[in-house]
């Protein structure tokens, strides 16, 4: 009974390696949530304030940098932003996952030279596209528009979404499929209503990898886009600090306003992305 006892304490004591383990990803932590909270407490000052008192709180919590920061532009790249995030995600969940269906269960060569192609398309830097793509969507009419933004974020994050969902589609059971299809489903029957209701983890990763990319992308941003009007965040964020000048209150409020989508989707679906990318990697 002792010697029980003994071994229960043993295996509860944490060795030298599961500290160092836990020391780092507290320092990992701290590294990540530093700059997020400095971000956040400045926000809440004034000027002077975040100059003369870097490491402190806020003696007088200014609420009304955030309210600035929306009336005067944020509001705008805001929205933009949210509708060039939510079309590209439609986008690529659509095509993606019709590809990936195609990919998955038929076999000819065709379907190898497309399965190479999609790992070329990943491999594509999009700085070496901006020219032809520049000139493209000058000729296609939608320069200075958000299809100029939406199109070219589906086409670069196609390559990487058909792969991850194809590989989770190649570890659905074939007998699913077979009994669906016995049952008098069409081929896209069996896509629709067997497929995708199935792959939820990886859909839902593909979702959030599009939506973090589509959100934060900056190149595309600032050369396929010059009105105001339909500038996106990052873009617009470069032109409202230009504006404010000094008010850097006013700005890191609009940067944090900027930053809270992305943070509330992955705290929310974190156990949807981890789920999805090991099994859509392991599977196929």
Same mark, same amino acid.
């Given at each position: 009974?002792?010697?029980?006892?003994?071994?229960?304490?043993?295996?509860?004591?944490?060795?030298?390696?599961?500290?160092?383990?836990?020391?780092? +990803?507290?320092?990992?932590?701290?590294?990540?949530? /530093?700059?997020?909270?400095?971000? !956040?407490?400045?926000? #809440?000052?004034?000027?002077? =304030?975040?100059?003369?008192?870097?490491?402190?709180?806020?003696?007088?919590?200014?609420?009304?940098?955030?309210?600035?920061?929306?009336?005067?532009?944020?509001?705008?790249?805001?929205?933009?932003?949210?509708? *060039?995030?939510?079309?590209?995600?439609?986008?690529?969940?659509?095509?993606?996952?019709?590809?990936?269906?195609? %990919?998955?269960?038929?076999?000819?060569?065709?379907?190898?030279?497309? #399965?190479?192609?999609? !790992?070329?398309? @990943?491999? *594509?830097?999009?700085?070496?596209? +901006?020219?032809? +793509? /520049?000139? #493209?969507?000058?000729?296609?009419?939608?320069?200075?528009?958000?299809?100029?933004?939406?199109?070219?974020?589906?086409?670069?994050? #196609?390559?990487?979404?058909?792969? %991850?969902?194809?590989?989770?589609? +190649?570890?659905?059971?074939?007998? %699913?499929? =077979?009994?669906?299809?016995?049952?008098?489903?069409?081929?896209?029957?069996? /896509?629709?209503?067997?497929?995708?209701?199935?792959?939820?983890?990886?859909?839902?990763?593909?979702?959030?990898?599009?939506?973090? /990319?589509?959100?934060? =992308?900056?190149?595309?941003?600032?050369?396929?886009?010059?009105?105001?009007?339909?500038?996106?965040?990052?873009?617009?964020?470069?032109?409202?600090?230009?504006?404010?000048?000094? =008010?850097?209150?006013?700005?890191?409020?609009? @940067?944090?306003?900027?930053?809270?989508? @992305?943070?509330?989707?992955?705290?929310?679906?974190?156990?949807?992305? !981890?789920?999805?990318?090991?099994?859509?990697?392991?599977?196929?």
């Amino acid at each position: 009974m002792n010697k029980i006892k003994k071994s229960n304490y043993n295996d509860n004591k944490l060795g030298v390696g599961g500290v160092s383990i836990y020391i780092l +990803l507290l320092i990992g932590i701290v590294i990540i949530m /530093y700059p997020l909270f400095w971000m !956040v407490m400045s926000s #809440l000052k004034g000027y002077s =304030e975040i100059y003369n008192s870097v490491w402190s709180l806020p003696s007088k919590w200014l609420f009304s940098n955030y309210v600035e920061a929306w009336e005067k532009g944020i509001s705008s790249y805001f929205i933009n932003s949210f509708i *060039v995030t939510i079309s590209t995600i439609a986008g690529v969940i659509i095509i993606g996952s019709l590809c990936a269906y195609g %990919l998955s269960k038929y076999k000819s060569k065709w379907i190898t030279v497309s #399965l190479v192609l999609c !790992v070329g398309g @990943m491999m *594509v830097n999009p700085q070496v596209c +901006l020219v032809p +793509l /520049y000139v #493209l969507l000058q000729n296609m009419g939608i320069h200075n528009t958000l299809f100029a933004l939406i199109l070219p974020y589906i086409a670069f994050r #196609l390559p990487l979404s058909i792969l %991850l969902i194809r590989s989770y589609f +190649l570890g659905i059971p074939k007998a %699913l499929e =077979e009994s669906a299809r016995i049952d008098g489903c069409t081929a896209f029957g069996v /896509y629709w209503r067997i497929f995708m209701p199935i792959s939820k983890p990886i859909l839902l990763t593909t979702t959030v990898l599009t939506a973090y /990319y589509a959100w934060n =992308e900056f190149l595309f941003a600032i050369i396929f886009i010059d009105s105001d009007k339909y500038k996106t965040i990052p873009s617009g964020l470069m032109n409202f600090r230009d504006a404010l000048q000094t =008010e850097w209150g006013v700005l890191l409020a609009g @940067m944090a306003i900027s930053a809270l989508p @992305m943070v509330i989707m992955l705290i929310v679906m974190q156990k949807h992305l !981890v789920r999805g990318m090991a099994e859509g990697s392991l599977k196929g």
